[in-house]
């Protein structure tokens, strides 16, 4: 097996220099870095990672702790999404990636600190964790760096990427006014959840400054699911015939609501207009193709693993990384464009 030893000796130079050399020390000339890495090609060697993490005390692995991980998410890609994303920065920097999926039950077994020394992992990203999660305090007071996505806390160790949720959801409303639409429901997700309070925020918003009445009764939770969200719409347009159009919080929640108008016999759009939220890959296939609020679930998985490797490095200038949202009209508002 190739050691650094073998390297300095094929290189001329000291065990000091290679050793500096690979592990991206910048005192080390570019010249003889690129040379030192070209032998060590050539001979094969392959660092122990493992014995280079104990004495570097690093071991070059962040976690992705993923929380709702089921059967049922797997429609909606976004954790498939966030993880491709966050795969492509960590190899692109030569990092590795350790996958952790959570429930209560494992969180009360284990503090996020012992899990993070066990598999030893420099810092983690955290996906799928409600507001209301007491596992959420122990990650923040840990002393292992951790980012968020969608949930808005910093400080020293904690950072979160998110996307402008109020402004997406403003547009999906504007949209929807535009058409000529005044009698607005709204299925949202669940009461602790940050993207939620957000989203009905910008809806409020909307309306508001169209000078339209906000009704509550018409603002109902279906949990980010299908079904219930489409139990809900039926409920809601059985007793309030008046309702034109449904804004939802996500995608999966407006295919539901659009089975429930078909049940009804209501026709999209003409008669119900529906609006989501994501972009996943099954609105533009839905009949007919759902308006979404698309976000890029692949960049927010990017760019979360950008910021904690860059807070590892001690190189973040900033905690908190905000993506925007795009508009995307299909036929299930507006009629075959």
């Not at 007491?134 to 949930?151: A, H």
């Not at 000529?180 to 309306?207: C, D, P, T, W």
């Not at 890959?281 to 979360?304: C, D, H, R, V, W």
């Amino acid at each position: 097996m190739t050691t650094i030893k073998d390297i300095a000796k094929a290189a001329g130079v000291s065990i000091t220099t290679v050793s500096r050399a690979l592990n991206g020390y910048s005192d080390v000339n570019e010249k003889t870095r690129q040379k030192i890495i070209e032998i060590a090609k050539q001979l094969n060697y392959s660092p122990n990672t493992l014995a280079r993490g104990l004495v570097m005390n690093k071991s070059k692995t962040i976690g992705l702790l993923v929380s709702g991980l089921t059967r049922e998410s797997a429609k909606d890609n976004f954790t498939f999404e966030v993880l491709a994303g966050v795969n492509q920065y960590v190899s692109e920097v030569d990092y590795d990636m350790v996958l952790f999926s959570t429930t209560s039950t494992k969180q009360r077994e284990k503090t996020y600190t012992q899990l993070c020394r066990e598999r030893r992992v420099d810092g983690a990203i955290l996906q799928g964790i409600r507001v209301d999660d007491p596992y959420l305090q122990e990650v923040v007071e840990s002393d292992i760096p951790c980012v968020l996505i969608d949930i808005p806390i910093k400080s020293e160790t904690v950072g979160y990427v998110t996307t402008d949720n109020v402004l997406g959801a403003k547009k999906a409303a504007q949209h929807l006014l535009a058409l000529g639409h005044r009698h607005i429901a709204m299925v949202n997700g669940y009461e602790y959840a940050f993207v939620s309070e957000q989203r009905f925020k910008g809806f409020r918003e909307a309306l508001l400054e169209a000078g339209i009445f906000l009704n509550e009764q018409w603002v109902v939770n279906g949990a980010f699911q299908e079904e219930k969200a489409e139990r809900e719409a039926l409920r809601l347009l059985q007793q309030h015939p008046e309702i034109t159009a449904f804004f939802c919080a996500s995608d999966l929640m407006a295919l539901g609501v659009m089975k429930a108008a078909k049940k009804l016999g209501k026709r999209i759009p003409e008669e119900i207009a529906v609006i989501g939220y994501d972009d996943i890959i099954l609105a533009s296939y839905a009949t007919p193709p759902l308006s979404t609020i698309a976000q890029n679930k692949f960049a927010m998985g990017y760019e979360a693993a950008k910021l904690l490797i860059e807070m590892l490095e001690g190189k973040a200038h900033s905690h908190v990384k905000i993506l925007e949202t795009e508009l995307k009209i299909r036929e299930s508002t507006v009629k075959n464009q």
